[in-house]
């Protein structure tokens, strides 16, 4: 059935699928094959190929039932403005390479970073690089936070292609032998403190997304964002405020700095307006959306 099912990816891939009709089509089909198919299968996004599982859980499996690679806006909106001879993308929470591949094969003169604690989103991550044939994007192990150090991740990731549930998490104690391991701890501010060359006159766009560990990572990147005039997306969630050291005022040294929060529409919100959104959340939801610091005036047209 996987076979078969590959077949009509290939005869319809997500590429082609520009209309919501089509999309739907795309659903209806996989629907009908869902509860027979193992995967992965191969999708043609048009720059790149990625890989898709269809087990229930799995957040790959979004491609499978929207036909789309997940947050379009958002990738849309970093695609348009890195738009300058030297640009720079910092890919903070990796996972299976949606926001990195995109990124670089959309944009030009770019180089990426792509940040991933998880040796099982790694092991997908670097399945999806091969399968693209490409070799520059530089693969970092660590978990970014606002201390360099040690912690644990949790990951509760399958490494198996007949089973791949995404998650996890960094956490100061290992909760489960199993799925736990340690994991070193880095700012954005260390790692590119010698990389003065790869810094210097880029316009560089930071994308950070690690389970509660945003804003501690935003932090560790206070000089780096400042001094070269960084634009940030991160998604704010009930794992952010639920850190014990969280303050409402988390971000205040941007502010002063005359950095912004927007969100995806170019709205400008305050940090009390953005906790009144997730505050208003249901108990089955725990984010409410991404949101750009910047200070730049950024396109927000997609």
């Given at each position: 059935?996987?076979?078969?099912?590959?077949?009509?990816?290939?005869?319809?891939?997500?590429?082609?699928?520009?209309?919501?009709?089509?999309k739907?089509?795309?659903?209806?089909?996989f629907?009908?094959?869902?509860?027979?198919?193992?995967?992965?299968?191969?999708?043609?996004f048009?720059?790149?190929?990625?890989?898709?599982?269809?087990?229930?859980?799995?957040?790959?499996?979004?491609?499978?039932?929207?036909?789309?690679?997940?947050?379009?806006?958002?990738?849309?909106?970093?695609?348009?403005?890195?738009?300058s001879?030297?640009?720079?993308?910092?890919?903070?929470?990796?996972?299976?390479?949606?926001?990195?591949l995109?990124?670089?094969?959309?944009?030009?003169?770019?180089?990426?970073?792509?940040?991933?604690?998880?040796?099982?989103?790694?092991?997908?991550?670097?399945?999806?690089?091969?399968?693209?044939?490409?070799?520059?994007?530089?693969?970092?192990?660590?978990?970014?936070?606002?201390?360099?150090?040690?912690?644990?991740?949790?990951?509760?990731?399958?490494?198996?292609?007949?089973?791949?549930?995404?998650?996890?998490?960094?956490?100061?104690?290992?909760?489960?032998?199993?799925?736990?391991?340690?994991?070193?701890?880095?700012?954005?501010?260390?790692?590119?403190?010698?990389?003065?060359k790869?810094?210097?006159?880029?316009?560089?766009?930071?994308?950070?997304?690690?389970?509660?560990?945003?804003?501690k990572?935003?932090?560790?990147?206070?000089?780096?964002?400042?001094?070269?005039?960084?634009?940030?997306?991160?998604?704010?969630?009930?794992?952010?405020?639920?850190?014990?050291?969280?303050?409402?005022?988390?971000?205040?040294?941007?502010f002063?700095?005359?950095?912004?929060?927007?969100?995806?529409?170019?709205?400008?919100?305050?940090?009390?307006?953005?906790?009144?959104?997730?505050?208003?959340?249901?108990?089955?939801?725990?984010?409410?959306?991404?949101?750009?610091?910047?200070k730049?005036?950024?396109?927000?047209?997609?």
């Amino acid at each position: 059935m996987d076979f078969i099912f590959q077949k009509f990816c290939n005869y319809l891939p997500p590429v082609k699928l520009k209309t919501k009709f089509k999309k739907k089509f795309f659903y209806f089909v996989f629907s009908i094959f869902k509860f027979f198919l193992k995967g992965p299968f191969k999708l043609n996004f048009g720059n790149f190929f990625f890989y898709a599982f269809p087990q229930k859980g799995d957040y790959s499996r979004y491609m499978l039932t929207r036909a789309e690679l997940p947050d379009p806006k958002e990738r849309e909106i970093i695609k348009q403005n890195l738009n300058s001879e030297k640009n720079l993308f910092i890919d903070c929470g990796a996972n299976a390479g949606f926001y990195t591949l995109d990124i670089w094969t959309s944009v030009k003169n770019c180089k990426v970073y792509a940040f991933e604690p998880s040796l099982k989103e790694r092991y997908f991550l670097n399945e999806n690089l091969k399968l693209n044939n490409i070799h520059q994007i530089q693969v970092v192990k660590y978990a970014v936070a606002d201390k360099n150090g040690l912690a644990f991740f949790n990951d509760t990731r399958n490494h198996n292609y007949d089973s791949s549930i995404g998650g996890g998490y960094i956490t100061e104690k290992e909760l489960d032998q199993a799925n736990s391991y340690e994991v070193k701890l880095i700012t954005l501010d260390n790692y590119f403190r010698n990389k003065e060359k790869e810094i210097d006159n880029a316009n560089i766009f930071i994308k950070v997304d690690i389970e509660g560990y945003d804003f501690k990572a935003i932090r560790g990147a206070k000089n780096l964002i400042i001094k070269n005039n960084c634009s940030v997306i991160f998604e704010f969630s009930k794992m952010i405020v639920s850190q014990e050291d969280y303050q409402t005022d988390y971000l205040q040294d941007f502010f002063k700095e005359g950095f912004e929060i927007y969100n995806v529409h170019g709205e400008k919100l305050s940090m009390k307006q953005l906790e009144k959104k997730l505050n208003g959340l249901d108990e089955a939801h725990d984010t409410c959306g991404n949101f750009f610091l910047t200070k730049k005036k950024l396109k927000f047209t997609f």
